[in-house]
């Protein structure tokens, strides 16, 4: 890697968290919020209300009203057969041309209830029973396009800036998320969906926490990252609280897209990170906004700009393995090997498990739009915690109690009645602790691995996290055989990597390794196990005096 310490220096003017860093992070931070908000969008757009089968001779002539299916249940029961919780069964009915009454048959129209949603892409196109994976695949592309966003527009950052890939995308989220709404069938829907996560919930959000951690000091990375899980969650309680208010889904989603306005005005007060200008050679640029940016800060200092332009053959000191060091290397020797698998697991579960959480509150009994609105709010004190514990209780022990914990959580809600206050109580609780390891695995990812690779690590870890988010609604389409298996899957994951999160090293107040060299010695023979029998045999003797974090690039939810 290559250390400009010409840079280092003109960046060190600004300190680590003044006026100019906060209001170009509030900027930022606004895309967080609208990723949040087009994630979970079909929580609410394409609900699955409760519905039933048509029955001719009792809903011919009659509709809903106010949300109250007018025919009786015991009319109903004459008609539709029940379940094993004595309810009446969703996708059958009785078979009117049979000899018996015994035999059933699909349906072949619904009436659904409307107490809460009046429309839904579920309700126009009938994605329910043998038509639920339909519905299912929506949220399956979306998360696809986020993990293709994560991977190419990380990568297009930096070869023509972040502020250009911010910017687009927040103007293409713009344009697909009102695009969306207006769209009549199935395949194009599945398509402008794509387009729609890799713009929507990727390319902003992404290079907006890049921009943030090239611009803030080393001491206010962590509650700037911890910030932006937030804000993300902040999103998700503005789909619920849009989802109240309006009943039109197409309206619904319109409004959604709208979202896209809010960083429109950032193409002209947003400023491009002056580490990326630097790095491309445009330095007369970077100096330039971190004149700027010093004078708004009013640290009562001047850029000496002649000084910062002149060329020094002896501003960078090279390391001799960073220009040959990749994804690759992360699987050569045994200890990053180790510690590879284990974060990707931990990415992938904490993922998996958010999302599956995230994604059910449809399902839990009681008002769904305040269950969605709950299920962001819990976060919030999750992520207050762990702003101050972070750093007082170390990583790992905080990743793994989270992890564990909330996998618990799962496991337990599966087993208690669904949709009874208990369930709805210890779901909650799941949601807020896995929050709380998803936030912790971005600085513990970044603490854990080499200079060299830092990037390519959590490159690999965010796509893990990608590929589960894909795979999650999918997951829980297995609830048409036993309504426990997604939640006991999700907890299973959970509880597995948690277990196994304490075989990583703690990175606690230890300077972190720079050379493939000091990645493979970093944290040998040191677990949770060894550190509480006092046989901690953490390598360090050959490291550097502890370094600035390079910036992150490809992290997203």
């Keep these: 890697m290559a250390v400009d310490q010409k840079l280092e220096e003109l960046m060190g003017l600004l300190g ?17 919020v609208t990723a949040g908000l ?24 009659s509709a809903t009203s106010n949300g109250t299916i007018l025919p009786s249940f015991s009319q109903l029961a004459s008609y539709i057969p029940l379940n094993a919780d004595g309810e009446l069964e969703s996708c059958l009915m009785y078979d009117p041309l049979a000899a018996d009454n015994g035999t059933t048959v699909s349906c072949s129209s619904y009436v659904y209830n409307n107490t809460y949603y009046q429309s839904s892409r579920t309700i126009e196109w009938n994605l329910v029973c043998d038509k639920r994976w339909m519905g299912a695949l929506g949220q399956t592309i979306y998360m696809l396009g986020v993990f293709t966003g994560a991977v190419w527009l990380g990568g297009l950052a930096d070869k023509i800036g ?13 344009i697909l998320g009102v695009a969306v709404a207006f769209t009549p069938e199935f395949i194009s829907f599945l398509v402008l969906r794509y387009l729609y996560g890799i713009f929507g919930s990727a390319g902003s959000y992404i290079t907006g926490f890049v921009l943030t951690m090239e611009l803030v000091g080393p001491s206010k990375r962590t509650p700037c990252g911890i910030s932006f899980q937030g804000a993300f969650a902040g999103g998700i309680m503005l789909v619920a609280a849009w989802g109240a208010l309006i009943p039109d889904r197409m309206i619904l989603q319109v409004v ?29 640029e970077a100096v330039n906004i971190v004149d700027r940016a010093v004078r708004m800060n009013g640290r009562g200092m001047n850029v000496d700009k002649e000084y910062y332009l002149v060329e020094d053959k002896t501003a960078y000191t090279e390391e001799a393995s960073a220009t040959s060091a990749g994804l690759a290397d992360l699987f050569k020797t045994p200890n ?85 206050t208990e369930s709805t109580s210890i779901v909650m609780f799941g949601k807020l602790f896995i929050a709380g390891s998803f936030a912790v695995i971005y600085n513990y990812s970044a603490e854990l691995f080499p200079t ?35 939640a006991v899957i999700f907890g299973v994951i959970s509880l597995i990597s948690g277990t196994w999160v304490l075989f990583l090293p703690e990175t606690m107040g230890k300077p972190m390794p720079q050379s493939l060299m000091d990645g493979e010695n970093f944290g040998r023979g040191d677990t949770a196990f060894s550190s509480c029998m006092g046989r901690n045999k953490t390598h360090t003797e050959d490291f550097p005096p502890p370094q600035q974090m390079v910036p992150l690039r490809k992290n997203s939810r």
């Design 162 to 174: 972040r502020k250009k890939v911010f910017c687009w995308s927040a103007l293409m989220q713009l």
């Design 256 to 284: 959604y897209g709208l979202h896209g306005l809010l960083l429109v005005a950032h193409w002209w007060i947003m400023d491009e990170s002056p580490r990326w200008l630097w790095m491309q050679g445009r330095k007369r």
């Design 38 to 61: 087009h994630m979970l969008s079909l929580v609410t757009v394409a609900a699955v209300p409760e519905h039933r089968c048509f029955i001719e001779a009792l809903d011919s002539a």
């Design 16 to 32: 680590d968290f003044g006026r100019y860093q906060a209001f170009q992070f509030v900027l930022h931070l606004l895309a967080a």
């Design 336 to 420: 990053l090997r180790k510690m590879t698998l284990n974060v990707c697991l931990c990415w992938f579960a904490n993922s998996i498990t958010y999302y599956g959480l995230s994604l059910s509150a449809g399902k839990l009994s009681g008002n769904p739009f305040l269950i969605l609105f709950l299920m962001g709010l819990v976060e919030f004190p999750s992520y207050i915690s762990i702003s101050y514990l972070l750093d007082k209780l170390g990583r790992r022990s905080i990743t793994s109690s989270l992890m564990i914990v909330g996998g618990i959580c799962c496991i337990v809600a599966a087993y208690l009645t669904r949709g009874s």
């Design 452 to 486: 060299v690779v830092r990037n390519s690590a959590m490159g690999l870890g965010s796509m893990c996290a990608r590929l589960a988010g894909a795979m999650t609604p999918m997951i829980t389409l297995l609830d048409s055989f036993d309504p426990k298996i997604p």
